[in-house]
C-alpha cells in the first residue's frame, strides 16, 4: 500500500514510529522505492532519551537510513516535518500537527 500510495503522486503522510513501516517495502535485494527521499522519524537521541535505545532491537533512525533514506534529524522532542515530493514526514508526536498542515497544504494545491 505503501508503495501504491507513493506512486499515486498524492500525499503520504507518516509521523514518529510510523516510518517502520518503510521498512517493509524493501525487495529481496534491500532496495526501497523511498531510498533517496529525505525523511524524518523518532530519532535515535529520542529513543536514548525516553529509555528505550539500550533495549531495541534496532533503532528507527539506523534502519531507515541503511535502506537508504536521506534522514533528517531536527531538535529533540520538537516539531519537525520533512516534506520530500508527496512524503510527508514529522519527526515525533509534537510533529503531528505541523504534518497535518503541511498534507492540507498539499492536498490544497
Known amino acids: ?3 501504491a500510495a507513493l506512486a499515486s503522486g498524492k500525499p503520504l503522510g507518516i509521523v514518529c514510529h510510523g516510518p517502520a513501516a518503510l521498512l517493509a517495502t524493501a525487495s529481496a535485494d534491500g532496495r526501497s522505492p523511498f531510498a533517496g527521499y529525505r525523511a524524518t522519524g523518532f530519532t535515535n537521541v529520542e529513543e536514548t532519551h525516553a529509555g528505550f535505545a539500550d533495549r531495541a532491537r534496532w533503532l528507527l533512525q539506523d534502519r531507515l537510513i541503511a535502506l537508504g533514506i536521506d534522514f533528517q534529524e ?32 498539499a492536498l490544497a494545491a
Open 1 to 3: 500500500m505503501l508503495v
Open 74 to 105: 531536527g531538535e529533540a522532542f520538537a516539531p519537525h516535518v520533512v516534506v520530500d515530493r508527496n512524503l510527508h514526514t514529522g519527526q515525533n508526536p509534537a510533529s503531528s500537527a505541523p504534518l497535518a498542515n503541511e498534507m492540507v497544504k
